[in-house]
């Protein structure tokens, strides 16, 4: 855990009374503090006991909890809300489902954790934790297991088989050999036996499927939140068909309305008796919801509640179940859904009550709705900004020296530390360089490295936390990002409509015609079908989706469609590739007319240059470096520039551009910037003005 200032804070009162108060059990009002002031608190709440959960109105102030705590612990995580459909359909997205019973897990499993979670993502009701323990599976190396109970309990637990796995909740068997990638592992594991024997126990690379490691035990937990029992679902097909005949007999519903409800008891009927159960799962739940409970639950007696905001809270839960009310009375009135099914949410007395069973922290809240032992208030500001302008920080950081503050600036890597010292000296600001953040003492600053994303100022004690988004303004952090393909990717199979035009990687350009279930060795899966000439048929697995891309050209002309199995497309690749030698060749020609041309030789970098450079926010990449050395070293020659810069999206391009701009001004040159939309123009035009301020 990054403890910048922990020890400094949790000396102060307050802190000591907060603690105090969750010590002796009681509930307490904390007013006057921020969101990242409350992201500070967690993680010192943490430093001192195992589990916290942080309970936000919406899903943005959720996301941002979790972004603020993540610059100090990785011990976090963010309880999606799941996709909630209130009608029955044959495929839904599982990675929510894999996300969430990883989460309950590591609560389960007192580990220490923050968890935050917007009253979406817990309005859901879930199996009891009971359950979830009793389900999850330990295979153990040397122990004897029955292979066909352990197949067995793996489809239980919403395991989906395949011939090889390829993601998370599935598994492969193979003779005595079993592959497993259970949502709590990072790697899949292959378990092999000898007769029934665990003979080893190894992790796999998904890619290559070898063996990596070898394990004396693997933990295999559910795929899901939700799992029935025999006798459960033998009620819920008891429900559905009471609630089936009684409303049959009601006159009141339409002949459409009749015939929907006899397909949907049909679909229930069948799908249960034939113990596959249907796809949400969440729809059988309020048919016998006294067998289930909710997320709160989860969180034992070691845990502390922070409630941010809870009126917005109770507010959201209400316009959450309205809002569910009406979209059910729709659905009832057509005879697409069941009466039981009203009861999905949490209401607000039930989540009312489990608060009350324990000790809380309401922040900024009133009495009104829940009522607290004891109160303190808290001053957390946002720390102010400079935006580059090193002359301003140095000013505000000798003031606050004087008036005795602690004053922390906190940058990604200890060479930026150095710059901004050595830049602060220039304006008569005297700092302290060093590695660890906590050395403040009262009329200090102390420049060290860290990873934090946003500073605070913490008025009661005087504390103030600097970051690069402060120093330098506000800053987009860099997210590592996954190379894709360009063309229209398509991500669910939702993005299809039917007579949509694809290009399969190997077959071609065919036409989309839907999706069928196919049932192959017993297993059934649902199958993207691509029409090709001749009414050839290609059936696509949904989970290799990544191989087709849908077919972006002319609107007006329809693409003609490839034939499988014919040279067609192999043609059309080759000759694509001979077209391309060729403006090669052309290209070659205009390149060796521009290399004799005499051009513009620009000056050396000068301090500006340097200084602009300086105040780029985050650590260059050595592909930056790299490019920024070379165009320079180009600019600085009498040949022409003969250089395409090219990367992915949020790579950097544009912060080489600007250098090697900045440095053509210097020289009093004019620069374009030539862009394909006028959006993108403006958005080039913003961040330019952002980085060229404080310049003539």
């Not at 330098?472 to 299809?496: A, E, M």
Request: charged fraction near 30%; hydrophobic fraction near 35%.
């Amino acid at each position: 855990m990054n403890k910048v200032l922990f020890e400094q804070f949790q000396r102060t009162e307050k802190f000591k009374k907060i603690f105090d108060n969750y010590s002796k059990r009681k509930s307490q009002l904390i007013q006057g503090i921020n969101e990242e002031g409350l992201a500070y608190l967690a993680c010192n709440l943490l430093d001192t006991s195992n589990k916290i959960l942080i309970l936000t109105s919406n899903e943005t102030k959720s996301k941002k909890y979790e972004d603020s705590i993540r610059s100090y612990t990785d011990n976090s995580e963010r309880l999606q809300p799941k996709e909630f459909i209130l009608y029955n359909v044959d495929a839904l997205s599982k990675d929510v489902d894999y996300k969430r019973a990883n989460i309950l897990d590591k609560v389960l499993n007192k580990q220490k954790y923050i968890v935050t979670a917007s009253i979406n993502s817990v309005i859901n009701r879930v199996m009891s934790k009971d359950r979830f323990k009793e389900s999850i599976i330990e295979l153990k190396y040397g122990k004897s297991y029955d292979l066909n109970e352990l197949r067995s309990n793996l489809v239980k637990l919403k395991y989906e088989r395949v011939d090889a796995i390829e993601g998370i909740g599935q598994f492969s068997v193979r003779g005595g050999i079993i592959d497993i990638f259970s949502p709590s592992e990072v790697n899949p594991c292959r378990v092999e036996f000898f007769d029934d024997e665990v003979d080893s126990i190894r992790t796999i690379d998904l890619k290559t499927q070898r063996s990596v490691k070898n394990l004396k035990t693997v933990r295999i937990i559910p795929c899901s939140d939700v799992l029935f029992k025999k006798d459960e679902v033998k009620s819920v097909l008891s429900e559905v068909e009471k609630d089936y005949k009684e409303r049959q007999n009601n006159t009141k519903l339409s002949k459409e309305a009749q015939k929907n409800l006899r397909n949907l008891y049909n679909s229930y009927n069948d799908k249960l008796m034939g113990g596959i159960g249907i796809e949400n799962a969440d729809l059988m739940v309020p048919f016998i919801k006294d067998s289930f409970a909710n997320v709160l639950e989860y969180f034992e007696d070691d845990f502390i509640l922070l409630i941010d905001e809870p009126e917005r809270i109770f507010e959201e839960i209400r316009v959450l179940n309205e809002s569910f009310q009406l979209k059910f009375s729709e659905l009832f009135e057509k005879g697409e859904i069941f009466s039981n099914q009203s009861n999905v949410y949490l209401s607000e007395n039930e989540l009312l009550s489990q608060i009350s069973k324990r000790p809380f922290i309401s922040i900024n809240g009133k009495e009104k709705i829940i009522k607290t032992d004891d109160s303190v208030h808290m001053l957390f500001k946002e720390a102010p900004s400079f935006y580059g302008k090193i002359e301003d920080l140095a000013k505000e950081l000798n003031r606050l020296k004087y008036k005795g503050y602690k004053v922390d600036i906190i940058l990604s890597s200890y060479e930026g530390c150095q710059k901004l010292y050595n830049l602060l000296i220039d304006y008569e600001c005297t700092t302290t360089l060093s590695k660890d953040a906590n050395t403040a003492e009262s009329g200090q600053v102390v420049i060290a490295p860290g990873a934090f994303k946003k500073g605070f100022e913490y008025y009661d004690n005087k504390i103030l936390v600097l970051t690069e988004n402060e120093v330098f303004g506000t800053v987009k952090h860099k997210s590592h990002k996954t190379k894709k393909r360009k063309g229209s990717i398509i991500n669910v199979f939702t993005d299809l409509k039917i007579g949509d035009y694809v290009v399969h990687e190997h077959h071609g350009i065919g036409q989309y015609v839907g999706i069928e279930k196919i049932d192959v060795q017993n297993i059934k899966k649902d199958y993207l079908c691509i029409k090709y000439k001749a009414e050839d048929k290609l059936y696509v697995p949904v989970d290799q989706m990544s191989l087709i891309q849908k077919y972006i050209g002319s609107d007006s002309d329809k693409p003609k469609l490839n034939k499988m199995g014919s040279s067609d497309w192999g043609k059309t690749k080759e000759r694509s590739k001979a077209a391309i030698a060729n403006m090669a060749g052309e290209l070659i020609k205009l390149y060796a007319q521009r290399k004799v041309v005499k051009g513009y030789v620009f000056s050396r970098d000068t301090e500006w240059q340097k200084e602009f450079e300086y105040k780029f926010p985050f650590d260059e990449t050595e592909d930056q470096l790299r490019c920024i050395k070379e165009i320079k070293k180009d600019m600085e020659k009498s040949t022409c520039m003969d250089r395409l810069l090219c990367g992915d999206v949020g790579f950097g391009k544009t912060e080489v551009a600007m250098r090697a701009a900045f440095k053509a001004v210097m020289d009093s040159k004019q620069v374009a910037i030539l862009v394909p939309t006028t959006i993108l123009a403006q958005q080039h035009y913003s961040n330019i003005i952002d980085r060229f301020r404080g310049y003539p």
